[in-house]
């Protein structure tokens, strides 16, 4: 079965600590997989994509096919990084989400 | 370019009932998806149309239908609402024709049945 599984409902961190917020999925064939994020009273939107190994916002994420992982980093957090984080994967023509964790940074 | 736009964006109705909104893409975009969001269920994938084509359909029931037009505009249709359809509905549009999204999403559509 195509799954995404965050674990964490809630992550809160102090400012500056790491940060990482993990996915892990399952899917049989080579997945694409993504990280959304939705600030307060903002759109959900494009944070991440693997296939395009950036780093936005300071944050990075790693696709780990042996361990069916792709976690998101961030070495130092910072305030305005609290959100609602999703990861997704997307078999042909649809997204499937994980339940999102709910990151908030305290300062 | 202007974003994605859904109308209306609240909308109460009564158990029975039936309902269409609406979803204009971003211009150029011709892949429209629509999903259902709960605090409960998440973000749940109903269906995605591609050039007025259905392309895959989530696990919904036959309620809840969608159609896209010439233009790229999208609407979905709920018919016998029922309780448990009450859920921000969101519309994301996308430029890539094969299926590996980067979607754009719209503000959405608070739909609430009485």
């Known amino acids: 079965a195509q799954r995404v599984t965050q674990p964490e409902k809630l992550l809160s961190v102090f400012k500056g600590a790491p940060v990482e917020l993990k996915c892990n999925y399952s899917y049989s064939g080579s997945p694409e997989l993504f990280w959304y994020v939705q600030y307060s009273r903002q759109r959900l939107q494009l944070l991440l994509r693997?296939?395009?190994?950036?780093s936005i916002k300071g944050f990075t994420a790693d696709l780990n096919k042996g361990e069916t992982s792709f976690h998101l980093k961030k070495p130092f957090a910072q305030e305005e990084d609290s959100a609602m984080y999703y990861c997704a994967l997307s078999p042909k023509y649809q997204l499937i989400w994980g339940a999102g964790t709910k990151l908030i940074i305290k300062p | 370019k202007a974003g994605v736009t859904q109308t209306p964006r609240y909308l109460i109705k009564t158990r029975g009932q039936q309902v269409t909104l609406s979803c204009s893409p971003i211009s150029g975009h011709r892949s429209v998806s629509w999903y259902q969001q709960t605090p409960g269920q998440g973000l749940q994938f109903l269906f995605e149309y591609f050039s007025e084509t259905q392309r895959n359909k989530g696990n919904f029931p036959g309620r809840f239908s969608g159609r896209q037009f010439s233009n790229s505009r999208s609407e979905m249709n709920v018919s016998t609402l029922e309780l448990g359809d009450s859920a921000l509905y969101l519309c994301?549009?996308?430029?890539?024709?094969?299926?590996?999204?980067?979607?754009?999403f719209g503000p959405g559509t608070r739909l609430t049945v009485t």
């Open positions: 693997h296939i395009s190994r950036e």
């Open positions: 994301a549009s996308s430029l890539e024709s094969h299926g590996n999204y980067e979607q754009y």
